[in-house]
């Protein structure tokens, strides 16, 4: 059967059913046999039609119940407020119960995850003249965290199906000024971090995991955050563990990890004496009481999160149209903080993926396109060239070069291609709310000779 010339009936001829996580149940039906009589036929909602998910309400995002109330009026009534005020506060209370739920030794709690990272490029002792080695898809948190310490932000290219870092392309852009490799595990999936790992230790580099939207993934048996030197997250208002702000550094190397308590706290360590500089990092009290009070289900939402996206992954195998993240072999679970795919408009009469988006929200399914582009089309990059810091610290040949190699086409396609399911909320939802979501696709689908008329 040519690619091109999919039709619906063979679609659901050829669908098997299928899981891609180890929480669902093999007993899942396809596609195929999902119910497609409400409206899923019928005309398009944006033409006219009924919606296929009228006024859908999906859970509630940040999380909130009465545990995380009560954190916050209990450290609101106890006046300690910052975490120098008490050893037992609400900060290093969090933190111990933060690496204990991630399986690390110790954690270190900051204001924000890209503080988080800067903190590990710091502790680190990389600095200007130095490079790391990141992806140009990505939070600016992530490029932020290196430029701050006037360090070369060198991006690498993409796999364009699992849309992380290509371990291929990180080792040709490795230099002798090359300090790290800072892998974002994007969508809360794990990057190919068993090819990172074996490259860092070929090259004799450190990785710091950019694990903003990972929290709790796991991959070849270890949580995501712990197979680098370091691991980072963020507790942002939209992550799947959220406090509205704030991020923490995870690490089995206690020496290391002291270095970055001292760090984030303007260079003053364990003991009271400053000894290094450092920003000002400190998570405060309040941002930790929410955290605290989310933590008891932390786990079932997050099972239930992979449950969800296991099955809508079930339901599109084998569609060419819309096509989900690749996940890397011994992905055990992610955190589904997004939901990923690929928009192939080939399989709807060629229609930008624009109208098919404007024709999904109509039926009552939103999906976002992420990032517009990568960060090597925005003007930090030329910005850097011209401050007398990188001039001194880098070459005029090795500036050139870094302007000449901003190029990555697999980005590029990526960004072309995506649309995403904010899932911290929506993953939280019904097995109708899934199947909501794939007749929403399909009635799309089978309009698609519409499409470009909208």
């Known amino acids: 059967m040519k690619r091109k010339d999919f039709t619906r009936r063979k679609f659901i ?14 007993s899942i039906p ?9 409206n899923n036929t019928g005309k398009l909602a944006i033409l006219g039609g009924t919606p296929v998910a009228s006024e859908k309400v999906w859970p509630k995002w940040p999380y909130v119940d009465e545990r995380v109330v009560d954190e916050i009026v209990k450290t609101t009534r106890s006046g300690i407020w910052c975490r120098i005020q008490s050893p037992d506060g609400t900060v290093p209370t969090f933190e111990k119960e933060f690496a204990n739920l991630m399986g690390s030794k110790l954690s270190v709690c900051t204001g924000s995850g890209t503080q988080a990272l800067n903190t590990c490029v710091e502790a680190l002792g990389i600095g200007p ?23 070369l932000p060198v991006m690498a290219d993409l796999d364009p199906e699992s849309y992380q870092l290509d371990p291929d392309d990180v080792e040709k852009r490795i230099t002798e000024n090359t300090r790290a490799i800072m892998p974002v595990q994007m969508g809360g999936q794990s990057c190919n971090m068993e090819r990172i790992m074996t490259i860092a230790k070929k090259h004799n580099l450190r990785v710091i995991e950019d694990a903003a939207q990972a929290h709790l993934a796991e991959y070849q048996g270890k949580k995501v955050g712990t197979i680098g030197d370091l691991g980072c997250f963020s507790f942002q208002v939209s992550k799947t ?20 308590f001292t760090v984030q706290n303007h260079g003053t360590n364990h003991q009271g004496r400053t000894t290094t500089i450092g920003p000002k990092y400190r998570m405060n009290e309040f941002e930790a009481a929410i955290l605290l009070g989310q933590l008891p289900g932390v786990k079932e939402r997050f099972a239930l999160r992979n449950k969800n996206a296991a099955y809508l992954t079930s339901r599109l195998k084998d569609f060419p149209g819309l096509v989900p993240q690749k996940l890397y072999e011994g992905t055990v679970s992610g955190s589904f903080y997004l939901y990923m795919m690929s928009y192939h408009k080939e399989y709807f009469n060629n229609a930008p993926r624009g109208k098919f988006l404007k024709a999904l929200e109509a039926e009552g399914i939103n999906l976002s396109t992420y990032l517009s582009n990568g960060l090597h089309k ?19 040949a090795r500036l050139k070069r870094y302007r000449d190699e901003l190029s990555y086409p697999n980005c590029d396609k990526v960004c072309d291609e995506m649309a995403m399911i904010w899932a911290s909320g929506p993953l939280l939802g019904t097995k109708k709310d899934m199947d909501d979501i794939i007749n929403a696709v399909m009635k799309v689908y089978d309009n698609r000779d519409k499409l470009n008329s909208i």
Not at 30 to 38: K, P, V
Not at 241 to 260: F, P, Q, S, V, Y
Not at 387 to 395: A, I, N, P, R, T
């Open 378 to 396: 925005e003007p930090w990059t030329e910005h850097i060239l011209t401050l007398k810091v990188y001039q001194k610290m880098y070459s005029p």
């Open 13 to 26: 001829a050829t669908v098997s059913a299928g899981s891609v996580a180890a929480a669902v149940s093999s």
């Open 30 to 38: 396809t596609f195929g046999n999902i119910t497609t009589a409400n």
């Open 241 to 260: 563990i959220a406090c509205g702000e704030g991020g923490a550094i995870i690490g089995n190397d206690e020496e290391l990890m002291d270095k970055c």
């Open 129 to 151: 003249g130095d490079e790391v080695i990141t992806s140009p898809y990505t939070d600016p948190g992530t490029i932020s965290s290196i430029l701050t310490s006037r360090v």
